[in-house]
């Protein structure tokens, strides 16, 4: 399963830097109620931001991620 994050920091090596915990400066993509949207392939994510009219090129140098979760 792969969620969308944005991260607040520009760069990676700060991101690696910090502690993760409750608060880490992340946002993620959720549904109505508050849920994690979780997607079955990375090409799914990426393919639904497409669908909602975000360039993803600018997206990923803007701090957002697809990322593997359990």
């Not at 969620?3 to 502690?19: G, Q």
């Not at 109620?33 to 993803?56: D, P, Q, R, V």
């Not at 701090?63 to 979760?69: A, T």
Request: charged share 30%.
């Amino acid at each position: 399963m792969y969620m969308i994050a944005h991260y607040r920091f520009r760069s990676n090596d700060l991101i690696k830097k910090c502690d993760w915990k409750e608060n880490f400066p992340v946002d993620q993509l959720v549904d109505d109620n508050n849920h994690i949207l979780k997607f079955k392939s990375k090409k799914e994510a990426l393919e639904t931001l497409e669908n909602w009219g975000i360039n993803t090129y600018i997206a990923l140098q803007e701090g957002v991620r697809v990322e593997m979760i359990q």
